[in-house]
């Protein structure tokens, strides 16, 4: 019959490998959002599976799936929406544990994961076969027109580390300002008396709710902001760039008699970039300088000294997100949630007392 795909030309994922000139089991990793391949080689997988129609099709035999899931429809696959930008991929260690949570949680309900990465689609979802899908969790910042699409569509949706006042949904995030708030406090209770927080607030809602926790901290012990608003910019997007920025910025407080006695930032990837830049600039972490970061990657324990920052759970991050998708799409008329993940503080040996070097009149005041 015309308009329906004749199952004896059913694109497979040996096509997709045979096109793109890898294994069909590096295709299987790629368009169900394992680790295993770079993201050049997932994009190109992803790229290829489209142009041959494969999300358009039926794909129950070619995702991961048990007895154990429910039938609901002809509906298994939920899609992760992650997009693509520099600093938001699956090959990054907050991001990507957070999308292996997901895997995880969706594997174990006997489902499949489609991973999208696209970073500028205006209707990435026609790609996919919408009666196919279960629903779709968004990963760190999508844009809204991305949302308004999907809603359109009909399908639930779940966000991590993000939501859309224009696109009301369920979210999880870390309780970012309660847990940098502590964090504050804990320097504050070293007696550090000047301190410097390092992150654009704008660039993600996390990272705004750990600035106006430090602010509060800082607010509650009278303790007056003395922020550099260069600081709390955008200081580029490579480490080189940050590095660069920051070195700029620290000397010109060093020679203004301005120089903090630490540095809050907001992950962990801004705080070794300040901890490389001290180290080149001849000031000791933390003898001369305290620095903190926030999610707890790995190099944050691997670096030296190694960073005291705050640990986030970013599997289950994951995994509750499917926990919330699950449940909205069993109940959709019910009251949407918020799931805040408790962080929990990591001392390590980037932090201590304030030194000498700097500022008396701080440790007096």
């Given at each position: 019959?015309k ?15 045979e096109q793109?000139?890898?294994s ?12 295993g ?8 997988i992803?790229k290829?599976a489209?142009q041959?129609?494969?999300f358009?099709?039926?794909?129950r035999?070619?995702?991961r ?5 429910k ?11 992650l ?5 938001q ?6 991001w990507?544990?957070i999308v292996d949570?997901?895997?995880t949680a969706v594997t174990?309900?006997g489902y499949g994961?489609i991973l999208?990465t696209?970073?500028s ?11 196919g899908?279960?629903g779709v969790i968004?990963?760190g910042l999508?844009?809204?027109s ?7 569509m ?8 993000h ?11 870390v ?20 301190l ?6 704008c ?6 709710h ?8 800082l607010?509650?012990r009278d303790i007056?902001?003395r922020?550099s ?6 200081l580029?997007?490579?480490r080189d760039?940050h590095?660069?920025g920051?070195t700029r ?6 020679r203004?008699g301005d120089?903090?006695?630490?540095f809050?930032?907001?992950?962990d ?9 001290l180290r080149?600039m001849?000031?000791?972490?933390p003898?001369d300088?305290s620095?903190t970061?926030f999610?707890?990657i ?24 499917v926990d919330?998708l699950?449940?909205?799409?069993d ?6 949630e918020k ?6 503080i ?10 000498e070097?700097?500022?008396q ?5």
């Amino acid at each position: 019959m015309k308009g329906v795909m004749d199952m004896a030309k059913k694109v497979t994922m040996q096509q997709i490998a045979e096109q793109a000139g890898v294994s069909k089991y590096a295709v299987s990793k790629a368009l169900s959002g394992q680790a295993g391949v770079s993201e050049e080689t997932r994009e190109r997988i992803v790229k290829i599976a489209t142009q041959l129609g494969y999300f358009l099709q039926d794909n129950r035999g070619n995702v991961r799936k048990s007895g154990t899931a429910k039938e609901k429809g002809k509906a298994n696959t939920i899609v992760v929406l992650l997009p693509n930008v520099r600093m938001q991929n699956r090959a990054s260690s907050f991001w990507g544990r957070i999308v292996d949570g997901i895997s995880t949680a969706v594997t174990e309900r006997g489902y499949g994961t489609i991973l999208v990465t696209e970073h500028s689609p205006e209707n990435f979802l026609q790609v996919l076969n919408p009666s196919g899908v279960l629903g779709v969790i968004g990963v760190g910042l999508v844009a809204t027109s991305l949302l308004l699409e999907i809603r359109n569509m009909g399908l639930p949706f779940v966000l991590i580390d993000h939501e859309d006042e224009s696109v009301p949904s369920d979210t999880v995030f870390v309780n970012n300002f309660d847990i940098s708030r502590q964090l504050t406090h804990f320097l504050l209770g070293q007696g550090h008396r000047h301190l410097q927080f390092v992150g654009d607030p704008c660039f993600a809602q996390s990272f705004r709710h750990r600035w106006l926790g430090f602010r509060t901290a800082l607010e509650e012990r009278d303790i007056p902001l003395r922020q550099s608003n260069e600081l709390v910019g955008t200081l580029g997007v490579t480490r080189d760039e940050h590095i660069a920025g920051l070195t700029r910025i620290v000397s010109q407080l060093m020679r203004g008699g301005d120089m903090p006695t630490a540095f809050v930032c907001a992950n962990d990837s801004l705080a070794i970039s300040v901890v490389t830049m001290l180290r080149e600039m001849d000031i000791d972490v933390p003898v001369d300088v305290s620095v903190t970061g926030f999610d707890d990657i790995d190099d944050a324990s691997e670096i030296r000294p190694a960073l005291t920052t705050v640990y986030v759970d970013k599997k289950q991050m994951g995994a509750r997100a499917v926990d919330l998708l699950m449940r909205r799409i069993d109940h959709p008329d019910a009251p949407r949630e918020k799931l805040h993940i408790c962080g929990e503080i990591v001392l390590r040996d980037s932090t201590a007392a304030p030194a000498e070097r700097w500022h008396q009149a701080d440790r007096e005041a």
